[in-house]
């Protein structure tokens, strides 16, 4: 397995549609093409089967796209867990009625649920260490605080992503290519927990326990 960080990193530093991403990914371009030609000068490329994902997508963020939360939210009544593309929030003891009717109520630029009623497709809220409260931002927008921005030595990112994953902007690569798939097969956008049991089966092992669909590779493997 290997993992290639640059395309990510110049997503973060300068946004999804920069030219640093385009170098980013030229310089993977020609990482794989090196991995490809080194398994034909050792005899293997045809015997090997290679799987090629990124894990998310990318959208372009900004300055003027930022939530201040303590602008509507009182801080000493509730504890901010986690800010960012998601954000999760615990009230202080007794401030319940507060946070909800501060958070749930409908806000610009971003939406909040209790945990128990987070989107079910979101597969999320379960868990015990999960806020009580969570919210999402809108497409290229942060929900953060102006202490923590101050602390930020990089300043604002160019690119996030953690949004809807429903989102275009959001949707991940998956090319493969070995003597166990379909040669020009092209199959429906399917979720990325889906390459751990593709991965198991061509690995030949028994997947633990997991929440990918073993259904989704059928129509790729050429048997």
Known sequence: TLYFEKVDKAGHDYGPD?????????????????????????GLRASTNLVIVSDHGMIATSPERLVFVEDFLDLDRVRPVNLGITAGFEPQRGQSRYVDAT???????FSC????????????????????????????W?????????KRHDGVPGGEHGYDNALPQMAALFVATGPAFRHGAVVPAFDNVDVYPLLAHLLGIR?????????TMRAMLAR
């Open 142 to 150: 942060i929900l953060t605080t102006r202490e923590y921005m101050a």
């Open 207 to 215: 997947p633990a326990a997991n929440d990918g669909n073993p259904a």
């Open 18 to 42: 920069s030219a640093e991403v385009a170098a980013a990914l030229g310089d993977i371009d020609a990482a794989l093409g090196r991995l490809v030609d080194g398994l034909e000068q050792s």
């Open 113 to 140: 649920w209790r945990k128990n009623a987070i989107p079910a497709r979101f597969k999320y809220g379960s868990n015990a260490r999960v806020p009580p409260i969570v919210c999402l931002a809108d497409p290229g």
């Open 103 to 109: 958070l749930l109520a409908p806000r610009p630029h």
